[in-house]
């Protein structure tokens, strides 16, 4: 199994809403990111995971939480999100840190706020 | 930190034609590089990747970069694309900083359209 896994694949939220986006993997990945994505714009890299544990936030917004419950598994949870917050998210793994070693993308999640 | 310049937001092309996509970075440290394709609606896949040894890599789909640190460019190529190349490309580059902790490094991106 060498794919990341997302879910769902579309999503639209109120800005009251409470949301959260699936990230999994099968690969024995020790190492998890979350991207966001505006269109025609590369990736922006949002939230790093090491072993389970958040190692760089790249000063989000708290309306975004992110969660990491075991090694194949990530999340993120989304809560009064702003219509600026639409775009596709990614997330990504990779083995380790190890220099070089790339890392897979899933599909996405595009997401729409109203 | 790393840049990564992509020159051309749009490369049209004909089938069957020849393509070049350019990457130029710049970094004070060692940096690995990173071709990626995103097919529209999906996710990033990795297309090639360059570590060290041959300057010349070969990836998925016929496509193949080079390496040249004397210029700090790492073009793609393709002798022959196809309707199915219709894609963005981005280039990235990471280094062997423990501290950055893998950081992909993305340049703007690249649409090659290719028409009939």
């Known amino acids: 199994d060498t794919e990341v896994t997302q879910t769902p694949k579309h999503l639209v939220m109120g800005m009251t809403n409470k949301k959260s986006l699936k990230c999994e993997q099968h690969m024995g990945h020790r190492a998890m990111y979350w991207y966001k994505q505006k269109a025609k714009k590369p990736p922006e890299l949002m939230f790093v995971?090491?072993?389970?544990?958040?190692?760089i936030n790249e000063s989000v917004p708290s309306r975004f939480s992110p969660e990491c419950p075991n090694s194949s598994l990530l999340n993120l949870h989304l809560h009064a999100l702003q219509p600026e917050d639409s775009a596709l998210y990614l997330c990504?793994?990779?083995?380790?840190?190890?220099?070089?070693?790339?890392?897979?993308f899933g599909p996405g999640t595009r997401l729409l706020v109203l | 930190a790393q840049s990564v310049t992509q020159l051309d937001s749009q490369v049209p092309v004909f089938e069957e034609a020849p393509v070049e996509l350019r990457c130029n970075y710049s970094s004070s440290v060692s940096v690995y590089l990173f071709w990626y394709v995103q097919y529209p609606n999906q996710g990033l896949q990795l297309l090639l990747k360059?570590?060290?040894?041959?300057?010349l890599v070969k990836g998925i789909n016929g496509f193949e970069a080079e390496f040249n640190k004397s210029q700090t460019s790492f073009h793609l190529r393709k002798p022959s694309v196809h309707i199915s190349d219709t894609a963005e490309y981005f280039c990235a580059v990471s280094d062997d900083r423990g501290s950055t902790l893998g950081r992909l490094y993305f340049g703007r991106g690249t649409q090659l359209t290719v028409w009939p």
């Open positions: 995971y090491s072993y389970e544990k958040l190692s």
């Open positions: 990504a793994s990779s083995q380790d840190f190890a220099p070089g070693v790339g890392q897979y």
């Open positions: 360059y570590l060290s040894g041959s300057t």
